[in-house]
């Protein structure tokens, strides 16, 4: 069976850094668009960073220059790099791993950005 599984979330200081990943299993990850989303308590689910088989990259504008995505074919994980982590970046992160017309998503880890 598919399977997202998340790590590297945690409790970190304003200014802090933190790499999320996300380890595949179930899918031939290299054809698979990736994904992290978080969702914040009373907000919507919002795309923070994809990035294609191809490995074009995008972000969410409240992200830029401080996230980074990245993947790793051979070990079928991929991440996101954390830096200069504000307030409002506290959330639940999810993993999703996408190609059409199947969807999938991890079970999601918190990341608390708090003094």
């Known amino acids: 069976q598919v399977q997202l599984v998340e790590s590297g979330g945690g409790l970190v200081q304003p200014g802090g850094s933190l790499r999320l990943s996300c380890a595949a299993s179930?899918?031939?990850?290299?054809?698979?668009?990736m994904g992290w989303y978080r969702q914040a308590p009373g907000k919507q689910r919002e795309l923070v960073a994809g990035i294609t088989s191809g490995g074009v990259t995008n972000y969410a504008n409240s992200v830029k220059g401080r996230f980074t995505i990245s993947r790793d074919n051979a070990k079928k994980t991929v991440y996101l790099q954390m830096n200069s982590l504000k307030f409002e970046d506290t959330a639940i992160y999810y993993c999703?791993?996408?190609?059409?017309?199947?969807?999938?998503w991890g079970q999601g880890i918190q990341v608390t950005v708090s003094s």
């Open positions: 179930g899918i031939i990850f290299s054809s698979y668009d």
């Open positions: 999703n791993a996408k190609r059409s017309p199947w969807n999938y």
